[in-house]
Each structure stands twice: as structure tokens, then as C-alpha cells.
């Protein structure tokens, strides 16, 4: 009996020193470090209007509807933009549920921008990201819709891009991915403008 606890002394002292470290010590330190260095992206990169209330994430996407908005893509997330549902539809190519909501999606979407049923649709406006939540719409995306959101607003078409280049994201790097509209900062761009 005095041999098993020689052997359980050193493993139980072991177990509490690591979850010291690992359950209070490290969190603390990277909690820290976070806080100082990267305070924004520490807090759920929240974004304010002009009155300082918060809006939502960057890091998140939101529905907008009205025809004086920029829409994001489609949501598969619970039932849309659901932040603790995030995932994407799961339906393959050659499920038809999917094809009836992309046929189903295009022809709003060219409906809502006045385009004929010839006009090209880009992809990201009629399918959902791999989490549902994709706060980016591609430039192309963007700048179809500006003549709607400016005919909505009573703006120029050459002010409402001058919004969709201010609130363009580079690519990574200048060269991993895809340059990017937040449609959130965007659509608050919009609304300051008043």
C-alpha cells in the first residue's frame, strides 16, 4: 500500500501543477497579451455607428433586406445568420433542394437589381459561405448593387462605389484570397451619410 501511494503522490502533484498552468496560468497570459496588443480583436471586432452603439462584427454577417441596403450571400446558419448555428447547407450538386434555391436566388436577385434573365449572377450572391456567416460579398457582388442602393438613396452611382472601394478589403498578403466588401461597415458608411 505504501508503494501505491509513492507512485500516486508524484502523479497527482503532476495533474494539479499542469491544470494551474493550463486552466488559470496560461489563459491569464494569453488573456493579457491579447488585451494589450490586439484590444479590438480581443473584444469580437465590434463595430460601432456614429452614436457609439454597436452594430454588430466584422467578423460577422447580418441580414440586411431593404432596397437601400447592400445584401450579403445567403445563410445557411440555423435559420439565417445565426451566430450560434454556424454551418452551411450541406446539400450537394446534385441535390435538388439546392438547385431550386439557387434558381430561386438568381432570379430574385436580378429581379431586386433590374437585370434581365440573360445577366450573369456572381456566384457569392446566390450561394452560402462554409459557415453561414460570411460578412464579405465580392467587389463584383458590390458593384451590381450600387445602382439599386443609389436609385434607393437618392445618391450618385459614382458615390455609392466610391463607399464599395472605401470598405474593400485587400486580399491577405496582397495575393492570398479574394479582395472583399464588408457589407456591414458598408451599409453604416451608407447610413452616415445622412
Not at 469580437?44 to 431593404?66: A, P, W
Not at 436566388?105 to 457569392?124: C, H, L, M, Q, W
Amino acid at each position: 500500500m505504501k508503494a501505491l501511494f509513492s507512485e500516486l503522490r508524484p502523479a497527482i502533484s503532476a495533474t494539479l501543477v499542469l491544470a494551474a498552468v493550463t486552466c488559470g496560468v496560461y489563459p491569464l497570459v494569453v488573456t493579457g497579451i491579447s488585451q494589450a496588443a490586439f484590444k479590438s480583436k480581443a473584444h469580437g471586432s465590434l463595430i460601432t455607428d456614429k452614436d457609439g452603439v454597436v452594430r454588430g462584427s466584422s467578423l460577422l454577417g447580418q441580414n440586411f433586406s431593404g432596397a437601400q441596403y447592400f445584401h450579403p450571400r445567403p445563410s445557411a446558419a440555423g435559420m439565417g445568420y445565426d451566430a450560434t448555428s454556424s454551418s452551411g447547407s450541406n446539400l450537394g450538386p446534385t441535390s435538388q433542394k439546392l438547385n431550386d434555391a439557387l434558381k430561386e436566388r438568381i432570379t430574385a436577385y436580378r429581379t431586386e437589381n433590374g437585370f434581365s434573365d440573360k445577366e450573369a449572377v456572381p456566384a457569392d450572391a446566390v450561394t452560402a459561405s462554409g459557415s453561414g456567416l460570411d460578412p464579405h460579398i465580392s467587389v463584383k457582388n458590390a458593384v451590381l448593387q450600387a445602382v439599386r442602393v443609389a436609385k434607393a438613396r437618392s445618391l450618385s452611382v459614382e458615390k455609392v462605389k466610391e463607399l464599395v472601394a472605401a470598405n474593400t478589403a485587400k486580399p491577405d498578403l496582397g495575393i492570398f484570397g479574394d479582395a472583399g466588401v464588408n457589407v456591414l461597415k458598408l451599409n453604416l458608411s451608407l447610413d452616415a451619410l445622412k
